[in-house]
Every structure is written in C-alpha cells, then in structure tokens.
C-alpha cells in the first residue's frame, strides 16, 4: 500500500495474534477504519497464538469474568469454524481429573451451574468406564464439560485474518518501533513508525504485541511481562487408540486427543524458565520429553513408549497474577495496551475483542481485573 493511503485510519491494531486478530474484527464490524500491522505474520510460528491447538473450557474457580467470557467467546468460535468451512473447533469436551476434595472444581461447578453452563462430575469407576486408556486413583473424579474442546490455534487466527482482508481491511507489513510517552503531543500518539521508517496515522491505536508488548509499550510493560519457555510433546498413536479421550487436564499437565492425526498431545502448565522470543533456542529437552513420559506412565500407560512424533517450544506471555492486560497507556491516552494471555488467553479472543471496541468506541471503561496498575514485578499467580 502507498505510503500516502497509510493515513486516515480510525484504529490501527499492531499485532496480528489472537487478540490484535479479533480486536481488529470488532473495530471493523463497529464501523470503524481499521489497519493491522504485523512484524511477522499472523499467528506465526514464533508467536503465542501459533500452535496448533488450544483448549477452551469455562470451569475457572470464582474467577468468573473468564467463564462468561470463554462461554461467550466459544459461540463465535464456533461461527468461524462454520464460516470458513475448515474444522477450527473440535467438540471434544474437555475433563479434568483431580483428586478429591477440589476446592477449585468446587468453585467452578457453583460458578457453571449459576451461568447455566453445562458440566457433569464423574466418580472414578465411570471414569474407568468412559475412558479406559486412563488410569485411575478410587480417590479421584472428574470434572467434565460437554461444551469445551480444542480450538485449532494457528488456522483461527489466520481464517479470521483471511476474512478481515477479504471485507477491506488494510494489513500491512512491517516492525513497529517502540512507542514511548514522549512521542505524545497532550497525552495522545499521532503516529506509529515501523522500524523500516514508514509512519502511520490513526486516532488511536491498540497494542497487541503478545510477548513482544514490553519491547512495543516499555513505558506501560517494562518488567510487567514474564515470558515463559513452554514445551509440547505429540506422540504417534494409531488411529482410535485414546477411544473417545476428550481434551484434558491433569494439573500440571494436560493435552488433546490425536487431532487430524497430529499426536496425542501432552504439555506442561508449569511456567518453564523466562526466555527471549526473538532468540531462545526452540528445540525442545530430553528431560522435558522425559517427564512427559513419566506422566504418561502414570496415568495413560498404555501410551508411555509411543514414538514422539514432533516437539515444538512456544512461550506464555504472563502478566504478574495471570489475568490478562486491557488497559488504556498510562501515558497516551489514545493508545490501549492489550496481551498476557498467561497460558489461557486464546479461547477468550472473540470476547476480549468486544472489550477492545467498547474501550476504544468509549462505550466501556477500563475495568479490574485487567488493569496495569494491578500487575507487578514480581509473578504470583492467581488464574488456573
Ligand atoms: C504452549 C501454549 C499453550 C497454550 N494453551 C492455551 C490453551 O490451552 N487455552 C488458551 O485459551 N490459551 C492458551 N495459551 C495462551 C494463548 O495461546 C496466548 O495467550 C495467546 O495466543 C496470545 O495471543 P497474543 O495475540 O497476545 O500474542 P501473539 O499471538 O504472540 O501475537 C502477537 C503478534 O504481535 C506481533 N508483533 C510483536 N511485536 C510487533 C511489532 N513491534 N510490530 C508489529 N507486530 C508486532 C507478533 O509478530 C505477533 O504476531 C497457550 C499458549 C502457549 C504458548
């Protein structure tokens, strides 16, 4: 595009990841001009959003913002999956085991059953019988949600940029320089640079840079953001051999279901060690296979020395307490800094749009639990 037709837009979005991605789609269907700048690509493979699956369920404790959310959202998954004509939710359900007693599937249960969201307890023996592959402790249950499953990650976000493209809305290539306050004239940003020189106007502009945001916002994100190297490990199972084993969750672990023959998933929630995103070395570990191996033993043996098929290493990008971050620029007002999706933030993207484009057409305010002022320097986290 010329650079005299990179003006006179309403909202440019930097960062084509889930969050820029729907952002980008509610500005557009609220009327408004849009421009999206991406470094890379969307949902590219060094990006959080470009794996391949995630998984979306509503059970959240009291944490109930995300549970509204995630039900909302899951609605607009499915829409996309429809309209694209490409399998982008897979309904497999979504269980968790855990021992007994739990206060957070406690919570959660009181929390779906309020929201008319549905889930079932399972006791062990039918656990058993549902889902042989797994081994299971006469102590422990399940907590299943029908509703939940996988959302194909990389493939989401990219169908959604496809159809954004397709209704007009401008993409443009290019490294966005840092925005600092002082490039504000009373409070408000004119233009961002990209890194090759090229300036481009807006009335206001939304920053989600996923684990790039403190490098994009310093003044807002500077020691904020605690990028976490994470590995996923599928493993080669003939076809049918984890029976109907819905997406699940055994916490630290949890993982998927061969999806379209990729490999039974298996993936750590712990946060691994603080990584660069640009330059961390993304082959995955012995010893990270190896405790996923162990974990196998345990609870899905049949599976324990089933060939590793792929590896790949991506990052959570965490805010101090695990809640994402939706807020104004402390210091433009015209600039919202919006990420830290904390290793569950992508089923939230449609939702997490809306508020964007209530933000920005000031139909919203700024609101708990998502502001910066609330995050520290320090990682204590609160959202599971
Ligand atoms: C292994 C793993 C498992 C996860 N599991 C789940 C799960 O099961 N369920 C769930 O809901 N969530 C999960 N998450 C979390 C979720 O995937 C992320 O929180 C979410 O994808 C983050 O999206 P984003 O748009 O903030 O960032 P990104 O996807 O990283 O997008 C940011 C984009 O900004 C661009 N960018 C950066 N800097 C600039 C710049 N200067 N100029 C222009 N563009 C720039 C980047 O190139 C990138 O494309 C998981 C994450 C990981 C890594």
Same mark, same amino acid.
């Given at each position: ?18 969050? /820029?991605?729907?952002? @980008?789609?509610?500005?557009?269907? +609220? %009327? ?6 991406? *470094? &890379? ?10 794996g391949e699956s ?82 299971? /402790?006469?102590?422990? @249950?399940?907590?299943?949600?029908? +509703? %939940?499953?996988?959302?194909m990650a990389r493939? *989401? &976000? ?101 999806l379209?023959?990729r490999?039974?998933k ?46 790949e ?72």
């Open positions: 595009m010329p650079a005299a037709q990179r003006k006179g837009f309403d909202v440019v979005v930097i960062g084509a990841g889930v969050f /820029g991605i729907w952002a @980008a789609f509610k500005l557009h269907m +609220a %009327g408004l001009r849009v421009a999206v700048v991406e *470094a &890379v690509g969307a949902a590219h493979s060094g990006a959080s959003s470009g995630r998984v979306t369920r509503c059970g959240y404790g009291e944490k109930d913002i995300y549970s509204e959310w995630a039900w909302r959202s899951l609605g607009e998954w499915q829409a996309l999956s429809a309209r694209a004509g490409l399998p982008i939710f897979h309904p497999t359900g979504v269980l968790w085991v855990h021992a007994q007693p739990n206060e957070l599937v406690q919570s959660s249960a009181r929390v779906l059953s309020r929201m008319n969201i549905p889930f079932s307890l399972l006791p062990a023996p039918e656990l058993r019988r549902r889902f042989p592959v797994m081994r299971v /402790g006469s102590e422990e @249950a399940g907590f299943f949600e029908p +509703a %939940g499953g996988a959302l493939r *989401a &976000v990219q169908s959604l940029a496809a159809e954004l493209r397709a209704k007009g809305v401008a993409f443009l290539s290019g490294a966005v320089a840092p925005i600092r306050q002082e490039q504000g004239r009373q409070g408000a940003l004119a233009a961002v640079t990209t890194k090759g020189g090229e300036r481009i106007e807006a009335e206001q502009f939304v920053c989600a840079c996923g684990p790039w945001l403190d490098r994009v916002c310093p003044d807002a994100m500077a020691k904020r953001l605690f990028v976490t190297r994470q590995e996923v490990f599928y493993f080669s199972l003939e076809d049918g051999a984890t029976g109907g084993l819905p997406v699940w969750a055994d916490l630290p672990f949890y993982g998927f279901p061969s379209e023959g490999g039974f298996v993936a750590n929630d712990t946060h691994g060690p603080q990584m660069d995103p640009d330059t961390a070395d993304r082959r995955a570990s012995t010893a990270g296979e190896l405790a996923a191996r162990d974990f196998l033993a345990r609870r899905f043996p049949s599976l324990a020395k089933a060939p590793l098929s792929q590896a290493v991506c990052q959570y990008e965490n805010s101090s307490d695990g809640h994402l971050v939706i807020d104004r620029h402390p210091g433009l007002d015209n600039v919202w800094v919006v990420g830290c999706g904390s290793g569950h933030g992508f089923k939230h993207g449609p939702a997490v749009g809306s508020h964007v484009a209530e933000l920005v057409t000031g139909k919203a305010k700024p609101r708990e639990p998502f502001l910066i002022a609330t995050k520290q320097r320090q990682q204590d986290r609160a959202v599971q």
